[in-house]
């Protein structure tokens, strides 16, 4: 069949309707995570944006789509609106795994050696690249992409195509999730942010009690061995909260959508 014969076979509408759902998925290779890593090209991210949109489009009930340029230019702002309050949504559970990490390299000691991080293209630090590398692999082997694009489709449940979001409702959402970053970071160091501390608290009981003892020579290579057991001994239990974290995350994204 030739384009112009394929082309013909649908109509302003649904070529309107398919732009629509394209500016709400768009987002997701902005801010979610693992579709808008920096290791995927731009050409592949666009064919599968491309892709998710056509998938999209039986489930996408809607009415008769203003095609005035001023209304469908606010139909595509409302919608990639909405999709970036998905996708922020669930980009704040990486980011709290970043944050750990984080926190960990300067607690540690490896924030001295940063690197470039393949997964944001950002500079970050040793433990920083491992926890993010870490919650990709645990992302994938959940099925994390199956729960973002079904939460996707359920967007269209709670904010039709035609309808405006609630401001107020996302906008607190936002703050949520925003908040919550710092106490998932803890959450997920806590157990070898106390135990460097312990290390560090002994080490100063000891630099008093013996001051011949180089403690700065005798502490690093110690808080490296406790952190990095530790860190060893902690990642199953990561796994286990980034499971529970990417559900709480698609079911908070999808309660702050809501029609005004």
Known sequence: MAADQLLA????????AFFLVLARVSPLFILAPLFSSKSL????????AVALS???????????????????????????????AF????SAMFAALQVA??????????????????????Q??????????????IFIAIDGDEWVIKGLGRTYDAV?????????????GAQIAFSGIFASAFMIGAPVIIAVIIVDAAFGV?????????????????KMIVGLTLIGASLPFVSGFIADQLQLSVAQALHMLRVA
């Open 9 to 16: 076979h649908f109509s302003e509408q649904q070529v309107a």
């Open 41 to 48: 090209p731009m050409r592949a991210k666009g064919i599968v």
């Open 54 to 84: 056509v998938g999209l489009m039986p489930v996408v009930k809607h009415g008769t789509i203003d095609l005035d340029p001023l209304g469908f230019g606010g139909l595509i702002i409302k919608e990639v609106v909405v999709g970036l």
């Open 87 to 90: 996708a922020y949504a669930l």
């Open 101 to 122: 990490g984080t926190l960990l390299d300067n607690l540690i000691g490896f924030s001295f050696g940063a690197m470039v991080d393949p997964i944001t293209g950002t």
């Open 124 to 137: 970050s630090a040793v433990i920083q690249n491992v926890y993010a590398l870490f919650g990709t692999a």
């Open 160 to 172: 039709p195509l035609l309808d405006a979001p609630a401001l107020g409702s996302m906008v607190q």
């Open 206 to 222: 000891v630099s008093k009690v013996v001051p011949q003892m180089n403690v700065f020579a005798v502490g690093f290579p110690a």
